[in-house]
């Protein structure tokens, strides 16, 4: 699933694209919305919300289209006429704008709503890592309301914190050299761990390419993440994977087990 700085990026991209300009051309292509029509439309602007996108678009009444990238979706914006890099069949929103068509391909969430159901749809979530409403203070507070839940779930956990997802929260624990099973409460500087965190979507939210390790060639991006087997960085011993989460909601975790140690 796309990380918080992905998402990020989106909105920047369609923001610049779209935002102030009449929609020429509005495409929904779930069944929910395949009747609803905003041509004509004023496009408000784009923003992220940890991992969800929040297009505004003002049409009678004040409207916003609350896309997901889930795990295969992704936002183009092409030139009018442009080819698109993939299939039609995969298309889920298109809105166009004179000269500028914005093609939404495999997202896993597509709503309409009033603009005032926003909060409906992602009033739950714990404060944006790189939100203007990020709260360091009631992250750790969201973190430590749960003392005994492993610190790999917690970050996980978009109630507690926006934006991370797998591949942070493995880089994030290597970095701090504790196991993703460790209990919150054994953390031992959770706040620098939260801070590094948010440094590490700022670091990357501006490109394309993500790196945690200061290089961006291929092979090297990385220090833990879909590197099992494969020698530590730091001190050679085989970089391991297992399945971190409730039954039903696993997902991978990678960490090294001479770095980090378990309990």
Request: charged share 25%; aromatic share 6%.
């Amino acid at each position: 699933m796309p990380e918080g700085d992905t998402v990020y990026r989106a909105a920047v991209r369609l923001d610049l694209a779209l935002s102030g300009r009449e929609l020429t051309t509005t495409d929904f292509r779930v069944p929910a919305f395949a009747t609803h029509d905003l041509t004509g439309g004023t496009v408000v602007g784009t923003v992220s919300r940890g991992k969800h996108l929040l297009t505004r678009i003002d049409h009678e009444r004040p409207w916003s289209l609350h896309t997901h990238l889930k795990m295969e979706g992704s936002w183009h914006v092409y030139p009018a006429g442009g080819r698109w890099r993939r299939p039609e069949v995969q298309v889920r929103v298109v809105l166009g704008v004179e000269g500028v068509t914005a093609v939404g391909f495999q997202l896993g969430i597509v709503e309409v709503v009033p603009r005032e159901a926003e909060h409906d749809l992602v009033g739950h979530l714990g404060p944006d890592l790189l939100g203007p409403d990020w709260d360091e203070e009631r992250a750790l507070a969201n973190l430590r309301a749960e003392p005994a839940r492993p610190i790999g779930q917690a970050l996980l956990d978009q109630r507690n914190l926006a934006g991370i997802g797998n591949m942070y929260m493995a880089e994030l624990c290597f970095t701090m050299s504790v196991h993703p099973a460790t209990p919150v409460s054994e953390v031992g500087d959770l706040t620098r761990l939260v801070r590094r965190g948010r440094q590490m979507l700022e670091v990357n939210k501006e490109r394309a390419v993500q790196s945690t390790t200061g290089s961006l060639r291929e092979r090297e991006r990385m220090w833990v993440y879909r590197r099992d087997r494969s020698p530590c960085r730091r001190c050679g011993t085989p970089v391991a994977v297992t399945m971190l989460g409730e039954p039903g909601r696993e997902r991978a975790a990678y960490w090294c087990p001479s770095c980090q140690p378990g309990r």
